[in-house]
């Protein structure tokens, strides 16, 4: 046997001893010691008093028609963790037939429908301006001095929607230029099925206009502002109208 295969030999042996050892830690540290603390050893009695120790018990529960309960146990040193797991403990055992979302009831179909178009406070909407919007877009002056929307303005066919001011006597005077209000009501009667979808847009077109033009925003009956997604939802209401069978 020659030098080079006695140093080849002697390395093998001892990564072999090496890794052994190594396995041997890895296999030893990786288990878990129970034992009971004694109340005689100080360092058993400093982990009893430690504040910093705390386990939680987190269990979720499955509907009642089931069979198996999950039950899953975890362990914490950090007290904030510790605060922070008994909070979601006490959701998760909220069982899941208690939780409910109750199903907004399905709005009616009113009469009328009417989109306040209301001018910034500092800023009241100018006759002058008003009568230049209508005549620009076509909103005929009518009856009791309103504006009217028409599907046919030549014969004044189907009235679509009318335009009133919201400052007594709520009409609008034959000359424009010293008259001034802060809101104007946008409005139509529930058409027949098949106009009604189209008949709001057209009223949310003409609100949009007039905001547009002087500023302002829409607000229900009730002064609450209306969102679009207010608008869309009424929208929705009177498709569904539209499209249901007599």
Not at 58 to 80: A, C, G, M, S, W
Not at 230 to 245: F, G, Q, S, V
Request: a negative charge; hydrophobic letters at 35%.
């Amino acid at each position: 046997m020659s030098i080079n295969d006695s140093s080849a030999i002697i390395l093998i042996i001892g990564a072999l001893a090496v890794l052994g050892f190594v396995i041997h830690g890895l296999w030893f540290s990786g288990r878990s010691v129970s034992r009971k603390l004694m109340k005689n050893n100080k360092l058993d009695q400093e982990i009893i008093k430690s504040n910093g120790v705390g386990k939680v018990r987190i269990v979720t529960t499955d509907l009642p028609n089931r069979d198996k309960v999950v039950q899953q146990t975890y362990e914490t040193f950090e007290h904030e963790t510790t605060s922070s797991a008994h909070r979601d403990s006490a959701q998760d055992t909220v069982p899941e037939e208690e939780i409910s979302v109750q199903a907004e009831p399905a709005e009616k179909l009113s009469d009328t429908y009417e989109l306040n178009v209301m001018s910034d406070s500092d800023k009241p909407y100018q006759g002058e301006d008003i009568q230049e919007i209508c005549d620009k877009y076509g909103f005929l002056r009518g009856d009791s001095n309103l504006f009217y929307v028409y599907e046919n303005p030549t014969t004044k066919d189907k009235v679509v929607f009318r335009i009133c001011s919201l400052k007594r006597p709520f009409s609008f005077p034959t000359d424009m230029s010293h008259y001034e209000t802060s809101a104007l009501a946008i409005y139509m009667d529930l058409p027949e099925k098949g106009s009604a979808c189209a008949y709001f847009k057209a009223m949310r077109m003409a609100a949009d206009i007039f905001i547009e033009r002087l500023g302002g925003r829409i607000q229900d009956n009730n002064y609450h502002d209306l969102s679009a997604q207010d608008l869309d939802r009424t929208a929705a209401i009177l498709k569904n109208y539209d499209e249901t069978p007599e």
